[in-house]
């Protein structure tokens, strides 16, 4: 088999993630973009598994390769699990992070901590030719903050943090938050997956 994967995404931060947690299988990992994948997805699932599994199919239909794809979010429990499966499209797809991230802090304003409990979610979907779609979930547990703080990360990054380290993902180094984050729990759960399937 070709020791290569295509991650169906766009997104440059992301793959710099992938790469750094993915990095010791020593396979060739590309975007789609790098890849010369142009697939039209559209992400009508009602779950993050759902959603990566139909970005992974529709990449997989362009190619012999394996194919990662992942759907995340932001879930805030007060806000009844918004943004949820909505989180990258909340408030339009080009509203800027900066001004979601204010929406919810406006939305959360005069709540007490304790209630304002939330987490990252990532499910990461493999299509591996010639076996069965594979899919994982990975969280990190914490809380929205009052305020944005740090500079590393990306998206909500800067609003969510981390209880027991009472700092923002975004004030994480790349290594520590891959250590511990939502994408970096799926994408060690499905190194595993392609290492015993492989």
Request: aromatic letters at 6%; one cysteine or more; a negative charge.
């Amino acid at each position: 088999m070709n020791r290569k994967i295509i991650f169906a995404t766009g997104n440059k931060n992301k793959m710099i993630e992938i790469r750094q947690i993915l990095g010791d299988l020593g396979w060739e990992i590309q975007s789609m973009k790098e890849a010369g994948i142009d697939a039209d997805i559209i992400e009508d699932g009602t779950t993050f598994e759902e959603n990566a599994l139909i970005k992974a199919k529709a990449v997989a239909a362009c190619c012999d390769d394996i194919v990662l794809a992942d759907d995340s979010g932001l879930e805030i429990d007060y806000l009844n699990k918004e943004p949820g499966i909505y989180s990258s499209r909340y408030a339009g797809e080009d509203t800027s992070y900066e001004i979601k991230n204010q929406m919810l802090l406006d939305r959360l304003q005069g709540v007490p901590r304790e209630k304002r409990t939330a987490r990252f979610v990532c499910a990461v979907a493999a299509v591996i030719p010639g076996q069965e779609p594979v899919v994982v979930r990975g969280t990190i547990e914490g809380y929205i903050g009052d305020k944005p703080a740090g500079e590393n990360g990306f998206g909500y990054d800067p609003i969510f943090y981390v209880e027991d380290l009472n700092c923002s993902t975004a004030e994480l180094s790349p290594e520590e938050k891959n250590a511990r984050s939502h994408r970096g729990n799926a994408l060690r759960m499905m190194r595993e997956k392609i290492k015993n399937l492989c």
